[in-house]
């Protein structure tokens, strides 16, 4: 089938109501996709939402993606308004600072059983909930595409191993070996599957731990605006097997560097600068 159209897709979008989620729900819009942006809370978020009801093209969806009962009526509703599933965007995820805020730092030895599973539960196993069922419109027709976020720090393990971000780490570099893994099994059906790398990005809660760290004497790096990595994923939302690549850990910066949209520092949120940085 090649490159198409996002005007004639179906994007579905978790973690869709802020940060990163929100900015590639407006991307995908913008590019005339169909748009299903589901969160577990919209608290918050109601502005947003109700922009998001306005829009023929939108549905807004509340589901927990550790729970099956959720994504099963989340996958429902979307197929009641859309039809269809094209694109999967897996964006949603529980964040080092959910468990330990404000600063997000623990010790590996120091978390504890409940800790592990609590971010798995989310970070591997609800991706994967997530993923079974959204994949099977897109295996019905033979194309697709899938773009799972991680971070920088799960695929590189020396990159800041002092930052002190199990179980958060771990569970994100578990999550890219199974996107691998998956993208080498459904080739066979023409869905792209593929790692998506936003960079250090200001996104929910950003400014609250970058404050945390500061007040502790630790350094805090600038930041990447939410919409960083928006291009790349309108670009991949496009391509399947055919067209484009699968099976790769994609870093949106670079990215965006070789296809002409700007340096990384083009990309910096000014905001993400705080007195004392």
Not at 85 to 94: H, I, K, M
Not at 186 to 203: D, F, K, L, Y
Request: proline share 4%; charged share 20%; hydrophobic share 40%.
């Amino acid at each position: 089938m090649g490159k198409q159209s996002l005007d004639t897709m179906v994007a579905v979008v978790t973690g869709g109501a802020r940060g990163m989620g929100a900015a590639f729900v407006e991307g995908l819009l913008a590019e005339g996709a169909r748009v299903v942006s589901m969160d577990q809370t919209w608290d918050g978020s109601e502005e947003f939402k109700a922009l998001l009801d306005t829009n023929p093209k939108a549905l807004t969806l509340k589901c927990d993606i550790s729970n099956n009962d959720d994504i099963a009526a989340a996958f429902k509703a979307t197929i009641d308004a859309f039809g269809t599933v094209d694109v999967l965007v897996n964006n949603a995820g529980r964040r080092q600072r959910h468990l330990y805020p404000p600063h997000g730092q623990q010790v590996t030895l120091e978390v504890t059983d409940e800790e592990w599973l609590e971010m798995y539960n989310v970070n591997v196993f609800g991706q994967v909930k997530v993923t079974r069922q959204f994949i099977k419109p897109m295996i019905e027709k033979k194309r697709g595409a899938i773009m799972s976020i991680s971070s920088g720090g799960s695929v590189t393990t020396a990159l800041r191993p002092s930052s002190r971000e199990q179980p958060y780490m771990s569970a994100k570099a578990a999550f890219v070996n199974l996107t691998c893994y998956l993208a080498d099994e459904v080739r066979q059906h023409n869905i792209a599957v593929n790692v998506v790398i936003p960079g250090h990005t200001r996104t929910t809660g950003f400014d609250e731990q970058t404050q945390a760290r500061l007040a502790q004497g630790r350094t805090a790096p600038r930041a990447y605006r939410a919409d960083a990595a928006v291009p790349l994923i309108t670009t991949l939302g496009a391509l399947d097997v055919e067209s484009g690549p699968t099976g790769k850990i994609l870093n949106a910066i670079s990215w965006n560097e070789e296809h002409g949209l700007g340096t990384a520092e083009a990309f910096i949120d000014p905001a993400s600068i705080f007195e004392g940085q």
